[in-house]
């Protein structure tokens, strides 16, 4: 039975299946980071477009204003525990690539590294920002993508009943990728 809540950020959280994303950015002092970001998607093919919710006192916020730059990346089965990781200490506080050794690979277009076994990595350069409230949203301008062909998509599917995260895969089989 529908229910009306009054509660609403209560029923945003238990709308919980989210394409769960790695945020890598970099600052103008050169200092790398990397995030996990739920609240993403396409948004346009011409040009090719996605946009990323980041909040407006989170450190990558500050870095993507800084240089205009991200690199959104689609994580695959075995990263699971680095969403964890990247999603729970800020890069403010610790360097997650030397703490973790996170591998990373050049990107062709902008300054900030690909996460290396990746679905997908899209390199972007903002191209407009919105403030929805205590996020912002900006929309990046896909300069360059990379896919992997031989992994699938983790995406967050919600909690568990001890309030754990629960990740699934999503198995993609497209004709032209073997």
């Known amino acids: 039975m529908l229910e009306r809540n ?8 238990r709308h919980s299946i989210e394409p769960t994303v790695f945020v890598l950015s970099k600052g103008s002092d050169g200092k790398n ?7 993403n998607g396409k948004c346009s093919y011409d040009p090719p477009m996605v946009t990323v919710a ?16 991200f690199v959104l990346a689609v994580p695959s ?62 929309v990046g301008l896909i300069r360059a993508a990379y896919y992997n062909v031989d992994k699938d998509q983790v995406f967050f599917a919600g909690r568990n009943d001890r309030g754990e995260r629960v990740y699934k895969v999503a198995e993609t089989d497209f004709p032209d990728d073997k």
């Open 54 to 69: 980041l909040s407006n006192k989170g450190y990558t916020h500050n870095l993507v204003r800084q240089t205009g730059q």
């Open 77 to 138: 089965p075995g990263q699971e525990e680095l969403l964890e990781y990247v999603g729970s200490v800020s890069g403010s506080d610790v360097d997650k690539f030397l703490e973790r050794d996170i591998p990373t690979e050049q990107a062709a277009q902008i300054d900030v590294p690909l996460l290396s076994n990746a679905r997908v990595n899209f390199e972007c350069t903002v191209a407009n920002e919105v403030v929805t409230g205590d996020h912002f949203l900006f």
């Open 33 to 39: 980071n990397i995030m996990a970001a739920g609240w």
């Open 6 to 13: 009054e509660n609403i950020p209560t029923v945003m959280r």
